[in-house]
Structures are given as C-alpha cells and as structure tokens.
C-alpha cells in the first residue's frame, strides 16, 4: 500500500527485520550504538532491495556496519522507540502517512540538516549528489520544509502519481483517455451504459495526489502554492470551489459503489482490483501499483497506462503530482556523518541499478530514460501534451489540537459519497482547517 502513502500500513504486527553484513554475526545488538541503524518504509517495492543495496554499501565499506530494519508499519514502530530516547541513523520515510511521523519531525526540528549532503561526491563517482538529482527535485516543501535554502530531507524516489487505468479496456471500448473534465464525465456516462465506473480509490487518503494536480490545474502554481502555505481563506477562493464542485460530482455521480465499503487498511486491494477486473476505469495511485498487484488476477489484454487528472477546462495544463519518498536523519542520531556518507551511496549508479530492478526510480538524470515495460508506461505520463510534473506537499506547521487538514479534505469524500456531508459543509470544513493551521504557521 502507498500509504506512504509516496501515500498507510496499518497493522501494527509484523515487521521485517533484516541485520545485514556484520552487525549480527560480529556481535553487535541492536541499539548498541555500534552500528549504523537505518531504518526503511517497506512499500509497494519490497524489502529486498534494501538489503541489497545495504550488501553492496557494506562491501564498499568494511569499515561500517549496518543494521537495517524495513516495515510495512515502520511508523507504528518506531514511534515508542523514538520516545524512548532510541533513534534511527537513517530512516527512509516521506511525507504523508496517516501517522504524521515524518511530518512530526519537521514540526518539531528534529531533523539533520542534509544540504551539505548535496555536496558530497556520489562513491566511487566524479558526480556529487546534487549533480545526479534531476533539476526542481530538490528546493521545494518536500525538501526544505521551512521554506529556506536548507535542505532537511533528501528525495529518495520519485513517481509519477496520477489516475491508473488499464489501457486495454479502453482500446476494448473505443474510448480515449480523457484531458479535460466535460470529456471525463461524457466517459463516465459511456462507462455507466456499459456497467463500468469511472472512479475509484484505494482508501481516501489516495487522492492527496488527485486533489494536488486539479488544485494547480483549476488556478495555476501560485495558487497551489497558496493552499500548501494555508493563506488566509483560500479555499473560499472560486478556484477551490470548483475544485470541490468537480469532486463533488465525480464522487456522488460516477465512483464505484463499492468504493468506501473498501476503502480501509485491510480491504483497500480489493477496490485496486476493480480496475484489474475491468468494472472501474481509474483510480489514483502510482507506479508502486504494478509490484504490489504484481500476483493479481487481471482482464485478457490488460495494460498499465498512468494519465494526469483532467484540467478543469478544454485545453488547460494538466498535472502529475510526483510523490517522493524521502531520506532524512534526525537530529539525535548517533552516526550523523556515517549516514550522510550512506546517503550518498544510495544516489550511486549501483544503488539505483538494484532499486531500479523493483521498479523504484529515483530522481536521478537521466535515469528514467532506460526504463522499459510497465515502469515506462507509468513514467510515459510526463510525456503527455500539457502535462507538468508537481512537486511538494502541505507546508509544516506546529499541531493544532483537533485539527487534521489532510483528514479533512481527504477522508470526507467517504461522508461525500455515503450523502452524509454536503459541497458546503466540505468547504467550509476544509477551509476552517486550513485558517488555523495557517494561523499556527505564523
């Protein structure tokens, strides 16, 4: 599951815990402070490739060990570890699970500054880190959180998160991908005629990346930027009413019955198999999907295509929310100078070839031009006429008690669905969120 979200994991059972190279055969426990303790997001592309690139980072240095721990709940875990006075070196974890516990670092300044990281020369290269990242990946919310020069989180992966379909059914059909909304819905009325529906998503915390590209289609990037910042009102603004006007339709007149029954930690796969099966069209999600429903029974002719959500009018920029998956270390961490030197290891051309393999790609130039099969299908999006990449999320703030904006805006389109909150309680909802969390900002 992307829950991230990048897009979580709910359960708080199982973990995977890997003790790679020395750090369990020489001896050395857990939480001896002897070893460099990295600490990964196990998502949609597995754990192995962790270990992999954890092999190949001890081999090209004896000198450290590693003690890698991945988890499909690695949030849930680490949180009373973390309270406890226990830290991770290195934890590869973005923004936007539903735990907040990147997001309470920020809040917090609790994080490492990385810029210098940037600077580093790539192991065993001529290239430093900053050369390799692709240009606009770095400078934004994503990575620096306070809106300065300072560079607190390093862009791990980055895809291409936007509304996955199975262009099989549509070349079945004779329909085309939509760009705009009258010719989204124009589909889903073909789509109901043939019991087909247009939407779905796995759980509502999906359509972060869904709400983030209409938001800068419906009034440009200075707007987006003005909701990210949470300036005053913004969503009172006609750019935002319509945003959640066009919502309002989609989730009332065309998503998937079964949707919001679905729409949980244990039963979200079985909306996700709904564009598999043909009774659905699109669904937001990103090029994770392909790997995590790699075992899925699926329609005679199914492909993987990725498109960027409709522009609200004919002939408008579409976007491409790009979810990145980040790399930080926090501020008590005890090997700060191991983990920047593992950092810029993981940007190497041996480490992107092992994350590559799983379809995990990172921002790295040039990277995604070799890619072949449903990784290039998915990463083809960019390509697409009016098609912009977006970067960035929610600009952090100190917490506000009962006020959770990502909640809000997101996990009402269940209440939207089920007629339990109207178009207006929706905005005035979302907007009173965001007024006090822009006011906490301050």
């Not at 070196?89 to 300044?109: C, Y």
């Not at 009102?233 to 009332?252: F, G, I, K, S």
Request: with cysteine; net charge negative.
């Amino acid at each position: 599951m992307k829950k991230k979200t990048i897009a979580g994991a709910v359960a708080m059972i199982a973990s995977v815990s890997l003790i790679a190279g020395c750090s369990g055969a020489g001896g050395q426990d857990a939480g001896s402070g002897d070893t460099l303790k990295v600490a990964a997001f196990e998502g949609g592309y597995g754990a192995e490739m962790y270990a992999d690139v954890v092999a190949a980072f001890e081999k090209a240095n004896p000198d450290i060990d590693v003690e890698l721990v991945t988890s499909k709940t690695l949030a849930q875990e680490l949180t009373p570890q973390v309270a406890a006075g226990d830290y991770p070196d290195v934890v590869v974890l973005g923004q936007g699970a539903k735990e907040g516990f990147t997001e309470g670092f920020i809040r917090d300044r609790g994080l490492e500054d990385l810029s210098d990281v940037l600077d580093l020369t790539v192991p065993g290269e001529d290239v430093t880190v900053g050369e390799k990242l692709t240009e606009g990946i770095v400078g934004n919310l994503n990575t620096n959180p306070y809106g300065d020069d300072s560079v607190y989180l390093l862009p791990m992966f980055a895809s291409p998160t936007g509304l996955v379909y199975d262009q099989g059914l549509l070349d079945a059909h004779g329909w085309e991908v939509p760009t705009d909304f009258d010719e989204f819905f124009a589909l889903g009325e073909a789509a109901k005629a043939e019991g087909i529906s247009l939407f779905t998503y796995p759980t509502a915390g999906y359509l972060d990346s869904y709400f983030f590209s209409l938001l800068a289609a419906a009034g440009g990037e200075d707007f987006y930027s003005d909701v990210m910042t949470y300036e005053e009102d913004v969503w009172m603004q006609p750019e935002a009413r319509e945003v959640l006007e066009l919502t309002t339709e989609l989730l009332t007149e065309y998503t998937a019955p079964t949707t919001v029954g679905y729409a949980n930690g244990q039963d979200f796969t079985k909306n996700q198999q709904t564009i598999l099966d043909g009774t659905a069209i699109f669904m937001p999600n990103g090029t994770w999907i392909a790997n995590e429903m790699a075992d899925a029974p699926r329609s005679d002719g199914f492909t993987w295509g990725l498109t960027a959500v409709p522009a609200p009018e004919a002939g408008g920029e579409r976007y491409l929310t790009t979810f990145v998956e980040s790399a930080w270390v926090p501020a008590e961490a005890t090997h700060k100078e191991e983990a920047k030197t593992f950092l810029a290891f993981l940007y190497s051309d041996e480490a992107a070839e092992i994350f590559a393999a799983t379809g995990a790609i990172q921002p790295i130039v040039g990277l995604a031009d070799g890619l072949t099969g449903d990784s290039a299908e998915f990463y083809a999006g960019y390509s697409g006429d009016g098609v912009k990449a977006l970067v960035g999320s929610f600009a952090a703030t100190t917490p506000v008690p009962g006020v959770d904006l990502k909640a809000t805006l997101f996990d009402s389109a269940n209440s939207v669905i089920s007629g339990t909150m109207s178009l207006d309680e929706w905005q005035a909802a979302v907007n009173d969120a965001s007024n006090k969390l822009g006011a906490a900002a301050q």
